[in-house]
């Protein structure tokens, strides 16, 4: 039997421990509020408004007043809200604004809480998948899933791809992209990167490729909205088998870490790339080590990999699980077993490495 006194309980780490887990419950819970709070434009409804009581909130909003008061209450206790006690009144600040009323802000968060949400949807398939080992293939999640992920990538890429990410590669890839490159965005989903290229760049034509027939079907919806129709093609295809060679630009965007193969898909890419093309290889970030993976963000993906990113992959042949924590070393090390031999790092944000593969 274990000595008592290994077992003693120190009070101070029990109480941060234990504040730690409630306060992830408070988010929890205040996701849901979120996620009906944009739902039902009530953060719309006050973007600009100055303070709203919540009579005057509920009109705006079309909704029942004693449901938003109680509403308001959680966004008040939650800091997403101001609440002015001499007036009875609420209102959302400009910068509140940004992160929970404005669709087209690269901070915009609402949608990214359907993820969770098909997470608990998918909890008894993610125990079955621990148990037996087997995957979980993309197409059998939850559809908020894809929705969710869409919608909090798209964002990101808005405001960064053709701005920051897209210079930042070398061999010239920019001044190619304006006067007509070849492209391919490789598992391009429901085509959010691939529409943003083709509307910066006219004189390129680019093709997106995706295994989902419902993403694919989803992106020719987006391309014919943005009216890009007439300079993109969508179509059906894995990673290591898409058609077409002497692409001048190859995008990975999130993705590769979710393939059951990525050496092969690294390897076919090296066949169908122009000999002085580039990849963009855009991951989430990751430092090499576990130790050094210690963050919000970390977490957040960590928890989608378990059981969404490995899932996938085990479900694709588990080959080479990377997982979405895999970290530049073990992407280079990826595309130099597929025959590159230039890797580098070309920027990074909190959120994403941004690397570029040539051979």
């Known amino acids: 039997m274990a000595d008592a006194a290994n077992n003693k309980i120190d009070e101070a780490k029990l109480d941060a421990i234990v504040s730690r887990a409630i306060g992830d419950l408070s988010a929890g819970y205040g996701g849901v509020m979120?996620?009906?709070?944009?739902?039902?434009?009530l953060y719309k409804a006050m973007a600009g408004a100055g303070p709203l009581t919540s009579h005057e909130l509920a009109n705006r909003a079309d909704c029942a007043e004693r449901y938003v008061r109680e509403w308001l209450g959680s966004q008040v206790a939650g800091g997403y809200v101001t609440y002015h006690a001499s007036s009875g009144t609420y209102e959302l600040s400009p910068e509140q604004a940004l992160v929970l009323a404005d669709e087209d802000s690269p901070v915009f968060i609402p949608n990214a809480?359907?993820?969770?949400?098909?997470?608990?949807?998918?909890?008894?398939?993610?125990?079955?998948?621990?148990r037996t080992g087997r995957g979980i293939a993309?197409?059998?999640?939850?559809?908020?899933?894809?929705?969710?992920v869409a919608a909090f990538y798209r964002n990101a890429y808005k405001a960064s791809l053709v701005a920051e990410w897209l210079p930042a590669l070398g061999s010239g890839i920019e001044k190619k992209l304006r006067t007509g490159a070849r492209v391919a965005d490789v598992g391009c989903g429901h085509g959010h990167s691939t529409v943003l290229m083709a509307k910066a760049f006219p004189a390129s034509r680019f093709h997106g490729f995706d295994i989902q027939p419902e993403s694919i079907v989803e992106a020719r919806k987006v391309a014919e909205v943005a009216g890009v129709s007439d300079r993109i093609t969508f179509s059906t295809a894995r990673a290591d088998d898409y058609p077409g060679a002497d692409y001048d630009l190859i995008c990975f965007f999130?993705?590769?870490?979710?393939?059951?193969n990525p050496v092969a898909a690294a390897?076919?890419?090296?066949?169908?790339i122009a000999g002085d093309g580039s990849?963009?290889?855009v991951e989430p970030f990751a430092n090499d080590r576990v130790e050094?993976?210690?963050s919000p963000v970390a977490r957040i993906y960590y928890a989608a990999s378990t059981t969404i990113c490995c899932a996938h992959a085990i479900s694709d042949g588990g080959h080479l699980v990377?997982?979405?924590q895999a970290g530049e070393a073990r992407l280079a090390d990826v595309f130099r077993k597929a025959g590159f031999s230039r890797f580098r790092r070309a920027l990074e944000t909190p959120f994403n490495l941004i690397l570029e593969a040539r051979l």
Not at 34 to 41: A, D, I, Q, T, W
Not at 254 to 260: Q, S, V
Not at 267 to 272: E, F, G, Q
């Open 34 to 41: 979120v996620s009906l709070g944009n739902r039902l434009g």
């Open 113 to 130: 809480w359907a993820v969770p949400a098909s997470m608990w949807a998918d909890e008894n398939k993610a125990v079955e998948a621990f």
């Open 138 to 148: 993309w197409g059998d999640h939850d559809g908020r899933l894809y929705c969710g």
């Open 254 to 260: 999130d993705c590769l870490h979710d393939m059951g």
């Open 267 to 272: 390897a076919h890419t090296a066949k169908a």
């Open 279 to 281: 990849v963009m290889l």
């Open 292 to 294: 050094d993976n210690v």
């Open 322 to 324: 990377l997982g979405a």
